[in-house]
């Protein structure tokens, strides 16, 4: 068991333990927060992963960024404890088989991926496998130079929506 | 191993610059403001940081009944674990000087540096943000949620008055932004960042202030409109935290700004003058002489014993950083904190003279001064970056 073994295990169920309590808290700031615990566990398997930038970033944007709006607008709101119905019937007969055949899926598809075999291999290794920001940005510029751009207009038009509904009319 | 030792002696050195820090502040504008500042516990209030920890620690840790535990709880350490954790990533000296093959002056040497300082800066906020909703009292969320709006309008700035740096330096790795600053235009004035990047410099200042929430924009601690912001309820050493969280903060954004615009560890003079070896001993040793002479005119009874022990480290510390071997070693990190104490001095400066912004009008400046201001910063940078390429086709 090397410690990359042990630290990948370690996230991943903290991971998971997010992903549960984001679901199963009864504030929504708890929830927020839980999800916050997601993002940065996933931080920490890009690492693992040898994807530096990704790891970066995902912390930045999603931890730093969009989950603190998320907990300021939760805070702005005052929102209080949530209140729940009773689950419907569907998606207790047909939801929860749904979902674990869905992780079943996964779990075969991890089987044979990549990213399986990496784990499979040893974590830590990260000769192949790891990215410079540098080699990173060499392919986002160049190769994948229209998309990032189609991209980058899509989120202006977005920007610019929210501004425009945003605007009092006056 | 030699990590782990060395995070040891980073912590220490840390906690007790923050202490000292906050008698550096109270001293700095108690002249400004024609005051004493702490003067009785210790010669010139020197053990008073001692006696505030002491006092935080034995006062009594309070709760609010009606406050969210668990978040009120890890509220505070969750401020100062990134705050010191930041700290971490900041080199201190040149990687050229090891010991057992590993460089001294540095914890970790993170090829994406920056990117993980911005990264573990930007969560910082979640501190005073739970921290203000946790407490479940009226002045403690509206201190949260100006924070949490401040941080994140002022961040956008910090961010990007880097880049200009970036495009020039071409590396997210501190030592190579550091080492990429070596040399001289006209043969002594130093390359530093600061010089092409003079815009983006005072704009990363400017952010880098809100960010910390300090005069003159603290307004999530206003005292005369929210008692004491989002720490109100925290008492104890819970409150302690979120004050060292603060100066931690500070200290790290002063290291930022002298890493990016004023080349780290590298010496102001060119390295063909020799006499600047002798600058850190040789100031030691005046500093000494000053204290001696105050021990002796000025102190009475315990002061004058505590002065004396002051004194003989000054002169004993002046006389280590004189002998040869040690007085190249210590270039690097003399360096280093001299920047670093000239941006903690600006920032007391700043606190001692300027009032705070209104709400509106620190939004406004945000958003419609610093942003633009940045923005147009590194648009000209990449410009000026790419007319060479557009020349040789």
Redesign the interface.
Same mark, same amino acid.
């Given at each position: 068991m090397s410690v990359p073994f042990i630290v990948f295990f370690a996230c991943a169920f903290l991971a998971v333990l997010g992903a549960v309590l984001l679901i199963f808290s009864w504030?929504p700031?708890?929830s927020a #927060?839980s999800l =916050?615990l997601v993002m940065?566990s996933l @931080?920490v398997l890009y690492l693992l992963l040898g994807a530096?930038?990704i790891a @970066? =970033?995902q912390?930045?944007v999603y931890?730093? @960024?969009i989950m =603190? #709006?998320f =907990?300021?607008v939760?805070? #702005?709101l005052?929102a209080g404890t949530e209140e729940r119905t009773d689950a419907s019937k569907l998606a207790k007969l047909a939801g929860v088989p749904m979902g674990f055949f869905l992780l079943l899926l996964i779990a075969r598809w991890l089987w044979t991926s990549v990213v399986g075999t990496t784990i499979a291999n040893g974590l830590g290794a990260r000769s192949n496998a790891g990215v410079?920001?540098r080699e990173l940005s060499m392919v986002l510029f160049q190769q994948y130079l229209f998309p990032f751009e189609a991209t980058s207009i899509l989120i202006l038009v977005a920007l610019l929506g929210a501004w425009i509904l945003a605007r009092k009319n006056d | 191993m030699v990590s782990l030792v060395k995070i040891a002696v980073l912590l220490f050195v840390v906690m007790t610059a923050l202490a000292y820090l906050t008698w550096f502040e109270r001293k700095v504008v108690a002249r400004i403001q024609s005051r004493w500042g702490p003067y009785y516990v210790g010669a010139h209030g020197l053990l008073q940081p001692l006696a505030d920890g002491v006092k935080f620690l034995f006062k009594e840790d309070m709760t609010p009944p009606t406050a969210d535990k668990f978040t009120y709880t890890i509220a505070p350490f969750l401020a100062l674990m990134l705050a010191l954790t930041a700290i971490a990533l900041i080199p201190f000296g040149s990687p050229a000087i090891q010991v057992l093959g590993q460089p001294v002056f540095m914890v970790s040497n993170l090829d994406i540096g920056l990117l993980f300082l911005f990264a573990i800066t930007s969560i910082g906020v979640y501190g005073v943000a739970l921290a203000g909703w946790s407490s479940n009292s009226k002045y403690p969320l509206l201190g949260g949620l100006r924070s949490s709006a401040q941080m994140i309008s002022y961040e956008v700035s910090l961010t990007l008055s880097v880049v200009g740096v970036l495009l020039i330096a071409g590396t997210l790795n501190f030592n190579s932004i550091i080492s990429g600053q070596s040399g001289y235009y006209f043969h002594f004035i130093p390359r530093w960042h600061v010089i092409p990047q003079l815009v983006g410099f005072l704009c990363y200042i400017t952010a880098a202030i809100a960010e910390t929430n300090r005069i003159p924009f603290d307004l999530p601690e206003a005292e005369t409109e929210l008692v004491a912001g989002f720490h109100t309820e925290y008492s104890s050493f819970k409150f302690a935290m979120f004050f060292m969280a603060e100066y931690a903060n500070m200290i790290t954004v002063s290291c930022l700004a002298t890493i990016l615009f004023f080349g780290g560890w590298l010496s102001p003079f060119p390295d063909s003058w020799e006499w600047q070896l002798f600058i850190p001993g040789g100031g030691l040793v005046l500093l000494g002489m000053y204290c001696a002479w105050d021990t002796v005119v000025n102190m009475r009874g315990i002061a004058q014993l505590q002065f004396a022990v002051v004194t003989l480290l000054c002169l004993v510390g002046g006389a280590i950083c004189l002998m040869p071997g040690v007085r190249e070693v210590i270039q690097g990190p003399f360096w280093f904190t001299t920047k670093v104490i000239a941006f903690l001095f600006f920032y007391v400066w700043t606190r001692g003279t300027l009032p705070r912004f209104r709400y509106d009008q620190l939004m406004d400046f945000g958003w419609k001064l610093l942003l633009p201001v940045s923005l147009a910063n590194l648009v000209v940078t990449s410009f000026v970056m790419i007319v060479p390429y557009l020349r040789h086709g």
């Open positions: 504030e700031i708890h #927060l =916050v940065m @931080a530096e930038f @970066a =970033v912390i930045i931890a730093g @960024a =603190v #709006l =907990v300021f939760i805070m #702005l005052n410079s920001t | -």
